[in-house]
């Protein structure tokens, strides 16, 4: 099949499984929007939101309609890498076998990762990196596609451990989940206090999924496209000769090369579910907020005058 008829194939897909997803998720249609972005895009994600917005549930059917196997991690301040990479044990007959985690898994939810200290962050985040686990000096190769949906809380910082902006930058996405809106309250209230269930039908294989990710990176891509999301990212170092004003007023920090790279693959993924062959800039500019959300760093002017980060990205386009 050509690249163009199986992206044709992936619109009609993607359509369905939006359905599919609808069924059981109430609104929240640009954060699903994100979530599989980065799936097709083989990135990972990290969720920012209040608790009680539905995100296990939301992570669960969109795997179950994607036809991946989930496991969700809930991170305290006393889960230990071993708890999440696994471990050996002594078998019956003395040998040592190793017990996988629950880190093996297509797509695992890392529920509130800033409450576990910086050992067990960086055990997950060498996983996502890697692609393997290393246990005992020997390397466990993990399931294909990958993929790592972090949460974080933003409210009670207390007891927690924020992730260093090293570790922040292997997110491909920073997504906002917020409240919903006072109709899809009544719908969600109406959905879930009834004995009734709606079952999700998955739609894909874990190996149609690699193949999509594959097709992904297949996409061309116009010089002029590159250039603008390279200069887009250059714009947020305050360093740069390059940088407006504005981002050498508020910005202590801008984002890395990584943003750049994710910036054309999120673009790509964007422009193919759109039913588009080659992404052009207004695809970039629509995944942007998601990409450099999380990789700039505001100053204490910024937060003294309450100017968000998500306002300095749309100036700077």
């Known amino acids: 099949m050509s690249d163009v008829a199986a992206i044709d194939g992936l619109v009609k897909k993607y359509g369905s499984l939006k359905n599919e997803i609808a069924k059981v998720i109430i609104g929240q249609e640009a954060v699903v929007d994100q979530v599989i972005l980065s799936i097709f895009s083989g990135g990972h994600a990290l ?3 209040v608790p009680g917005l539905a995100k296990t549930l939301m992570v669960n ?3 179950q309609a994607l036809g991946l196997d989930f496991k969700r991690i809930q991170f305290t301040p006393d889960l230990m890498p ?3 990479l696994g471990s050996e044990i002594l078998d019956e007959s003395r040998h040592f076998k190793f017990l996988p ?3 093996f898994a297509n797509i695992i939810l890392a529920d509130e990762i800033n409450r576990t200290p910086p050992k067990t962050q960086a055990a997950l985040l060498e996983a996502m990196q890697e692609k393997a686990v290393t246990v005992a000096g020997k390397s466990y190769p993990l399931s294909r596609p990958y993929f790592v949906l972090a949460t974080q809380n933003p409210i009670e910082q207390e007891g927690t451990y924020p992730l260093p902006e090293a570790q922040l930058d292997r997110f491909m996405f920073a997504i906002n989940l917020t409240y919903p809106s006072h109709q ?3 719908s969600i209230v109406k959905a879930t206090t009834t004995d009734s269930t709606n079952t999700v039908n998955p739609l894909f294989t874990a190996a149609e999924i690699s193949g999509y990710q594959q097709l992904i990176r297949r996409v061309p891509v116009a010089d002029n496209v590159i250039e603008y999301a390279v ?3 250059g714009k947020t170092r305050p360093a740069s000769s390059g940088a407006p004003q504005l981002v050498k007023d508020y910005l202590d920090w801008g984002a890395g090369p990584r943003a750049s790279q ?3 693959l999120a673009a790509k993924t964007h422009a193919a579910l759109k039913g588009k062959y080659s992404p052009d800039i207004e695809d ?5 907020e998601g990409i450099l959300r999380h990789r700039l760093i505001k100053n204490y002017k910024a937060e003294a005058e309450g100017l968000t980060i998500e306002k300095i990205i749309q100036e700077l386009h």
């Open 61 to 63: 059917t969109i795997s």
């Open 231 to 233: 200069k887009l990212v």
């Open 82 to 84: 071993s708890d999440i």
């Open 284 to 288: 970039v500019q629509a995944v942007s």
């Open 47 to 49: 969720l920012v939101g």
């Open 184 to 186: 899809e309250e009544v």
């Open 101 to 103: 985690g629950p880190v």
């Open 262 to 264: 994710n910036l054309i």
